[in-house]
């Protein structure tokens, strides 16, 4: 009987959120500020998968701290860093509940673009100070981050109304959905 115990590490969802976003803004933070955005959006986005099939508040947040010694006899220094926190969830993720909570971290992710000071303040451009249309911006990322929480409200409808049997084949759940409930 095998009683290790699967994980999901974070890394999982991080890389499906980061295939389906273009972000310039990664590019320019370090590692560690990027994996804190990271943590930050995944951690918002867990309340908004509604009935998953796995433990999805069983978490643990693990920092890494490292230890280094550099100088010559002369100078000493010992530096203690944390470098970054790689959680895991305490369940092993199906590629569907990964891709879930992915299409969340968009929102999320969306929800700061729309939060932004950048998207908020006035501004104006041009020689003769033509102003510029921040709401057509700002309605756009609306309807943009809409659309999306559809589309996780949509994959877990489908989520919750098929089942992988047994034998690896996938099975409809409308049967079990559609029994009375009893009191």
């Given at each position: 009987?095998?009683?290790?115990?699967?994980?999901?590490?974070?890394?999982e969802?991080?890389?499906?959120?980061?295939?389906?976003?273009?972000?310039?803004?990664?590019?320019?933070?370090?590692?560690?500020?990027?994996?804190?955005?990271?943590?930050?959006?995944?951690?918002?986005?867990?309340p908004?998968?509604?009935?998953?099939?796995?433990?999805?508040f069983?978490?643990?947040?693990?920092?890494?701290?490292?230890?280094?010694?550099?100088?010559?006899e002369?100078?000493?220094?010992?530096?203690?860093?944390?470098?970054?926190?790689?959680?895991?969830?305490?369940s092993?993720?199906?590629?569907?509940?990964?891709?879930?909570?992915?299409?969340?971290?968009?929102?999320?992710?969306?929800?700061?673009?729309?939060a932004?000071?950048?998207?908020?303040?006035?501004?104006?451009s041009?020689?003769d100070?033509?102003?510029?249309?921040?709401a057509?911006?700002?309605?756009?990322?609306?309807?943009?981050?809409?659309?999306?929480?559809?589309?996780?409200?949509?994959?877990?409808?489908?989520?919750?109304?098929?089942?992988v049997?047994?034998?690896?084949?996938?099975?409809?759940?409308?049967?079990?959905?559609?029994?009375?409930?009893?009191?």
């Open positions: 009987m095998n009683t290790e115990i699967q994980t999901t590490p974070f890394s969802i991080y890389d499906c959120f980061l295939t389906k976003i273009t972000d310039d803004m990664y590019l320019e933070l370090n590692e560690l500020d990027t994996y804190r955005m990271l943590e930050s959006l995944l951690l918002a986005a867990i908004k998968f509604e009935f998953p099939r796995v433990n999805i069983d978490f643990a947040l693990q920092t890494d701290t490292y230890e280094t010694y550099c100088g010559v002369s100078n000493y220094c010992e530096v203690s860093a944390k470098i970054y926190t790689n959680g895991y969830f305490n092993s993720f199906s590629l569907e509940e990964i891709n879930i909570l992915a299409v969340y971290m968009i929102v999320e992710w969306l929800g700061q673009q729309l932004s000071v950048e998207n908020t303040r006035m501004k104006y041009g020689t100070f033509k102003f510029t249309s921040q057509n911006h700002m309605q756009k990322l609306l309807t943009l981050k809409k659309d999306y929480e559809r589309e996780g409200f949509h994959l877990q409808r489908l989520y919750k109304r098929r089942k049997d047994s034998n690896g084949a996938i099975k409809s759940t409308m049967s079990i959905i559609m029994e009375p409930i009893e009191e």
